[in-house]
């Protein structure tokens, strides 16, 4: 009986975890596109050492600048995102059109990068060769293909904000409590008239 007990107590408690996880995604549904620029963030800033050393290697024109550009824009892109959406107010509509500003340059210098080192692997003359001491090459134009999708999502995601908010708003995250159902209407008239 006991083991009962705890089973429906554990039950309910992944229930209210989820219940509460969608309450306060109703409240603020911008948190969705948040994790995917911070997981765009991470898996570039992860495998910074794979980019720089292709960078290093190949030396393309603007290669250094574009790996710059995109982790301080990377970086710059959250404290935009929070000032975009401020808690209890509006939407501040010019940090908005900055953000998707950051985003649209953030992938712009992406297609420059990985430009950069089909151009090198494949050029007729003095191509570079990717064996196993350059993989790095191949994991470095993977993650920053991968910023670009994460990057993408992302604008995607804020775009359709106030579409899917609506929608999330409409999920039913109210709690049933037992023996509601039995209570009678209380009649609060005034009965002196």
Known sequence: MANQKTAKKQG?????????SLVSLKRSPQFIP???LIVGFLVFS???SSIANTTARINGANMGQCEFVAMLFSILAFVVFLRTFPKRKPVNKIMLGLLFGMLALLAFVD??????ITTAVT??????????????ITT????????IVFVGITAV???LLPIYSKLIRKINTSI???GNDNMAVIDVSDDED
């Open 12 to 20: 309910r408690g992944i229930k209210e975890v989820i219940r509460k």
């Open 34 to 36: 948040l994790v995917f």
């Open 46 to 48: 992860l495998n910074l």
């Open 111 to 116: 297609v420059v990068y990985i430009s950069r």
């Open 123 to 136: 050029r007729a003359e003095n191509p570079i060769i990717i064996d196993e001491s350059s993989l790095y």
């Open 140 to 147: 470095a134009k993977a993650v920053v293909t991968l910023h």
């Open 157 to 159: 995601l804020l775009a």
């Open 176 to 178: 049933e409590v037992e």
